[in-house]
């Protein structure tokens, strides 16, 4: 039987960039053996959501999703609750596209981004789930500057792109505040007070491609980022320090911990508010869980670094008899008399 594609798209998302490249973009996919069809999404809530769970279960073979973060995560949680899901293709054309910066997809070229579907360089990667039932696919956050994306007006972050979100940020630096919680993880238990708060799935957080330099995209676990401190000018140092290649890793300031789960309960009165890939998504106390290799997307792989893939168990089998090999001709050296 034919395959069969499916492209949801957002037809305001970057200046309604993805509105123009439809035609080009179904005739490449039918080019790839694809049967195709279109659905474009409408203002009320979840119409990408109940399109790509319609489209699952209707038997498509692949959805292609063209729009901003908040596209892709209404399309990840209409498929991710069912047995059998679709292969999952980005087309960016949001205002951070920090998904799709992680897989090395083009953003704003819709065109490219649908000709590398051709590659078949797929990756089976992980999501979170939360409350056991919302999912995301990039960042779990909570703390005062995270609440930039709920206070960026869609107008301006339609005319301005990042740079309303860079704008807002900077405005709120000097507002945030020490929030009293407990933290449970797989290696114990934080307490005490932190200014901010990520889960990443990804090494891209808000345009950062460094706040989590060490991700991988299939190895079951989130990076969790904890900064303890509210002060200003500590702030941008940190930030200096993500800039600088990630260093803030090792920062005295910083919690850097890998885990699968993870639940949050905050110590106080004060309202802490979760973002789950760049939206309001609920209020802590939360659990958040690791779905690993849940979803297959169609990625970059030749330009994602080989570091952010989790090994196959037979290339790790193969680097552990060469470590094997490479201790056992140290010791053979280290006995060797030694020539004159």
């Known amino acids: 039987m034919q395959k069969r594609a499916r492209l949801i798209y957002n037809p305001t998302s970057g200046q309604e960039l993805m509105l123009k490249a439809v035609p080009e973009i179904l005739e490449i996919l039918e080019g790839f053996g694809y049967e195709t069809s279109a659905f474009q999404t409408k203002p009320e809530a979840n119409s990408a959501l109940e399109e790509a769970k319609r489209a699952a279960l209707a038997g498509f073979d692949l959805i292609v999703v063209g729009g901003g973060d908040g596209t892709i995560n209404e399309v990840v949680n209409g498929i991710a609750p069912l047995d059998k899901r679709p292969a999952l293709a980005i087309i960016p054309a949001g205002t951070t596209n920090d998904y799709a910066r992680a897989l090395k997809i083009p953003r704003g070229n819709p ?73 449970e993880h797989d290696e114990g238990v934080f307490e005490g007070e932190v200014s901010l708060i990520f889960a990443a799935l990804t090494n891209s957080v808000g345009g950062f491609e460094q706040l989590a330099p060490d991700a991988q995209l299939d190895d079951g676990f989130f990076t969790l980022i904890l900064i303890k401190t509210a002060n200003l000018l500590e702030i941008l140092d940190l930030i200096r320090l993500v800039l600088n290649g990630g260093k803030h890793i090792e920062d005295k300031r910083v919690v850097y911990i890998k885990t699968r789960t993870i639940t949050i309960h905050p110590t106080s009165d004060q309202r802490m508010m979760i973002n789950l890939d760049g939206e309001y998504g609920g209020d802590a106390p939360i659990k958040l869980e690791n779905l690993n290799k849940h979803i297959t997307f169609f990625v970059n792989t030749d330009d994602i670094a080989d ?29 060797a008399p030694k020539q004159e």
């Open 111 to 183: 065109v490219a981004a649908a000709k590398l579907i051709g590659k078949n360089q797929v990756l089976q990667m992980d999501i979170g789930r939360a409350y056991g039932e919302r999912y995301f696919i990039n960042i779990a956050a909570a703390g005062s500057l995270t609440e930039v994306t709920y206070a960026v007006p869609s107008q301006l972050k339609t005319m301005f792109g990042y740079l309303a979100y860079l704008v807002k940020g900077v405005e709120l630096l000097p507002q945030l505040t020490m929030i009293p919680l407990r933290i």
């Open 307 to 335: 570091e952010a893939m989790a090994a196959s168990p037979a290339e790790l089998e193969c680097l552990a008899m060469a470590q094997k090999f490479s201790h056992e001709v140290d010791d053979w050296e280290k006995r």
